[in-house]
T-cell receptor, first 112, second 114 residues
Framework: DSGVTQTPKHLITATGQRVTLRCSPR?????VYWYQQSLDQGLQFLIQ???????AKGNILERFSAQQFPDLHSELNLSSLELGDSALYFC???????????FGPGTRLTVL | AQKVTQAQTEISVVEKEDVTLDCVYE???????LFWYKQPPSGELVFLIR??????QNEISGRYSWNFQKSTSSFNFTITASQVVDSAVYFC???????????FGTGTKLQVIP
């Protein structure tokens, strides 16, 4: 158990819908990262927050957005969902940027 | 731009054999961090090691060892006396200093056959 929690574990929805994925980092970790893992794209970095502020952006679509709240939990919002958004979404946390990241169990999103 | 190449897509070894997983990276920064992660069939990602660009000392942790060579931009991972529990996908990753974007390689799937 990494100490990072993600909810929900599984999510099935339809194209065009909007979903919110939630992540609680390890106690004391200020950095939160979001990743997408799909068969064709591999493990892709989406976005990173540090203590509530966005610090780095990767291959995140404009339809996706994220934020980190004062209690340090983070949410990833995916809207206008397409079939290709079906993937495993991981959240990770670290104490400081560039420290080792500890990953949550992931949320498996299926878009039908 | 940073890039991580794991040329070995899949490797199969017989239990107790040694196996080396290759990782080659590209970066223009002089300060960067390299990582290895393991993803077993259960799906979670497990941190194995972090190395910064100023520390070229090789590291050994039990049956695992890592060889960092800046001259060849490689950070290879060796498992000695492999076990079935080592079967997983192994990812090498790079984070450039000052930025927090992390680039992962495509992973190497290791199958250890009993």
């Amino acid at each position: 158990d990494s100490g990072v929690t993600q909810t929900p574990k599984h999510l099935i929805t339809a194209t065009g819908q909007r979903v919110t994925l939630r992540c609680s980092p390890r106690s004391g970790d200020l950095s939160v990262y979001w990743y997408q893992q799909s068969l064709d794209q591999g493990l892709q970095f989406l976005i990173q927050y540090y203590n509530g502020e966005e610090r780095a952006k990767g291959n995140i679509l404009e339809r996706f957005s994220a934020q980190q709240f004062p209690d340090l939990h983070s949410e990833l919002n995916l809207s206008s969902l397409e079939l290709g958004d079906s993937a495993l979404y991981f959240c990770a946390s670290s104490t400081r940027p560039a420290d080792e990241q500890f990953f949550g169990p992931g949320t498996r999103l299926t878009v039908l | 731009a940073q890039k991580v190449t794991q040329a070995q897509t899949e490797i199969s070894v017989v239990e107790k054999e040694d196996v080396t997983l290759d990782c080659v990276y590209e970066t223009r920064d002089t300060t960067y961090y390299l990582f290895w992660y393991k993803q077993p069939p259960s799906g979670e990602l497990v941190f194995l090691i972090r190395r910064n660009s100023f520390d070229e000392q090789n590291e050994i942790s039990g049956r695992y060892s890592w060889n960092f060579q800046k001259s060849t931009s490689s950070f290879n991972f060796t498992i000695t006396a492999s076990q079935v529990v080592d079967s997983a996908v192994y990812f090498c990753a790079l984070s450039e200093g000052g930025y927090q974007k992390v680039t992962f390689g495509t992973g190497t799937k290791l199958q250890v056959i009993p």
